[in-house]
């Protein structure tokens, strides 16, 4: 089991590497860092100007139930980050020659695991720096204290809806974290499996179509269609099911845990078939060398 554990170390820890110096990750990654910039500003700009005052628990959970503002543009930057997965490296052929199929792909699937949850954890921090300045000391709601301070701020800019300040800010970014989560994670597993199956490109086109199509197609006008940005985020599931918000959460992640699962069994009976091989690219060209120097002149070959 020890040796086990060390060779998935080992196998994460040369992907990851791998991924961080790659020029696209680093360049994605900036971009998407900006956005979230921008949007802990107007955050702090909009406590400033309305005169509101925030818990850091409470921000905490504003930022993931919104996906840190535009959640169509820095999902599908984290697209871009991630279209290479899994990377035709020559190190990937080291790591079959080591470990079976099997551990390969539970590698694979770790590693999609472990760059969800740095880029939360990422983004949630840097925002929450950013906002660390304009916060106040204290627990809860800070709308429930405003009200009961004074009843006519029911009616004032409210910064959470009133349906989640049933359950306490940490309850409610656990939730909110895990609904964020699950839609990347099933987002990176699509790219994985398509990948697997040698359509690299064909998952990134095909989610950030589905991502950006909800900006010129009105959805709403085709009954029971829902386009994968709904569920993105809790806010967004939120306001499909008004009154029955509460209600809807646990379903939504148990249809994300349901489709997670079915994408890793079907990805480890592909890959007992699937041709391993990661350099392609490289033997086709040594292929096409040795096909043109068979058909070049006597003169040429001397050449």
């Known amino acids: 089991m020890y040796k086990n554990a060390r060779a998935m170390v080992a196998l994460l820890r040369g992907q990851m590497i791998d991924w961080i110096h790659s020029p696209r990750t680093l360049i994605m990654g900036i971009i998407i860092l900006l956005l979230t910039l921008l ?6 700009v909009m406590l400033q100007s309305s005169d509101l005052f925030s818990y ?43 470990c079976s199929r099997g551990k390969w792909l539970r590698s694979q699937i770790l590693f999609c695991f472990l760059i969800v949850s740095l880029m939360l954890i990422l983004m949630t921090a840097f925002c929450m720096i950013l906002t660390l300045p304009s916060l106040t000391s204290g627990r809860g709601w800070s709308d429930l204290d405003r009200i009961a301070a004074d009843p006519d701020a029911a009616f004032q800019m409210q910064l959470v809806p009133e349906y989640i300040r049933s359950i306490p800010p940490w309850q409610a970014s656990l939730l909110a974290g895990a609904n964020l989560f699950a839609f990347w994670f099933v987002m990176v597993l699509v790219i994985l499996a398509l990948s697997l199956a040698g359509k690299p ?12 199509l909800h900006v010129t197609v009105m959805w709403e006008r085709i009954p029971g269609f829902r386009s994968p940005a709904n569920y993105a985020t809790l806010s967004a599931v939120a306001s499909m099911y008004p009154e029955h918000e509460l209600e809807m959460f646990p379903i939504v992640l148990a249809v994300y ?9 079907i990805m480890h009976l592909e890959v007992r078939h699937m041709d391993m ?19 070049s002149s006597p003169a040429e070959k001397a050449e």
Do not use: W
Request: with cysteine.
């Open 201 to 212: 490109n064909f998952g990134l086109i095909l989610y950030v179509f589905l991502l950006v």
């Open 257 to 265: 845990a349901c489709i997670i699962l079915l994408m890793i069994g």
């Open 56 to 98: 850091f628990g409470e921000s905490f959970y504003v930022y993931l139930s919104s996906g840190f503002g535009n959640i169509t543009l820095t999902s599908a930057m984290f697209l871009i980050m991630v279209s290479e997965i899994p990377r035709r490296i020559a190190f990937q052929n080291d790591m079959l020659i080591r």
């Open 277 to 295: 091989c990661f350099d392609r690219k490289e033997r086709y060209d040594h292929e096409d060398r040795k096909d043109s120097t068979a058909n």
């Open 39 to 44: 949007y802990a500003n107007g955050y702090k």
